[in-house]
């Protein structure tokens, strides 16, 4: 029976995360037009995402990193957990993990499992839901996904 309530607790978390970052996403589509701009680059030393049009940067976001997926060996890696990412970037994972070993979701302790893009989907949400983050951001590459959330995020004023 724990078992049970346990996986529906996970479930109504999960759901109530998503639903929590489709709000924040369309507010940052809205607000920053995030889905018109040229180009994104983020920068792991400063925590920086930035959106640009014509080689001028339009808008700025603070970032960390979530996690990543890879289509190689089909897993989710939390960024805590992985050695390339700069400890400024993913500080603020440590909550989601102290979240995670509060409530017994295996899924936000276990550093790498077996997942695909929605379970990276599905995490970024829980951290945005924990750490009340402005959005999340995804970036591609040949061999998977990597998850940022967007703790802070203005206009560039030239």
Same mark, same amino acid.
């Given at each position: 029976?724990?078992? #049970?309530? %346990?996986?529906?607790?996970?479930?109504?978390?999960?759901?109530?995360?998503?639903? =929590?970052?489709?709000?924040?996403?369309? &507010?940052?589509?809205? /607000? +920053? *037009?995030? *889905? &018109?701009?040229?180009?994104? &680059?983020?920068?792991?030393?400063?925590?920086?995402?930035? =959106?640009?049009?014509?080689?001028?940067?339009?808008?700025?976001?603070?970032?960390?990193?979530?996690?990543?997926?890879?289509?190689?060996?089909?897993?989710?890696?939390?960024?805590?957990?992985?050695?390339?990412?700069?400890?400024?970037? *993913? /500080?603020?994972?440590?909550?989601?993990?102290? +979240?995670?070993?509060?409530?017994?979701?295996?899924?936000?302790?276990? /550093?790498?499992?077996?997942?695909?893009?929605?379970?990276?989907?599905?995490?970024?949400? #829980?951290? %945005?839901? #924990?750490?009340?983050?402005?959005?999340? +951001?995804?970036?591609?590459?040949?061999?998977?996904?990597? +998850?940022?959330?967007?703790?802070?995020?203005?206009?560039?004023?030239?």
């Amino acid at each position: 029976m724990t078992d #049970v309530i %346990a996986k529906e607790e996970w479930c109504t978390t999960v759901s109530d995360a998503c639903h =929590f970052l489709t709000e924040r996403q369309d &507010e940052l589509m809205r /607000d +920053y *037009k995030l *889905k &018109e701009h040229q180009r994104f &680059e983020w920068d792991q030393a400063t925590g920086v995402l930035t =959106f640009s049009n014509n080689g001028v940067p339009a808008v700025r976001a603070k970032i960390q990193f979530v996690g990543s997926v890879s289509t190689l060996s089909n897993t989710w890696l939390w960024s805590w957990a992985n050695p390339s990412v700069g400890a400024s970037v *993913k /500080d603020k994972m440590t909550w989601v993990k102290v +979240y995670g070993e509060e409530r017994n979701f295996a899924a936000l302790t276990e /550093d790498q499992w077996v997942g695909d893009e929605i379970d990276g989907w599905e995490m970024t949400c #829980v951290a %945005a839901l #924990v750490l009340n983050a402005k959005g999340a +951001y995804r970036t591609e590459s040949e061999a998977g996904y990597t +998850y940022l959330l967007i703790t802070d995020i203005q206009w560039v004023l030239n």
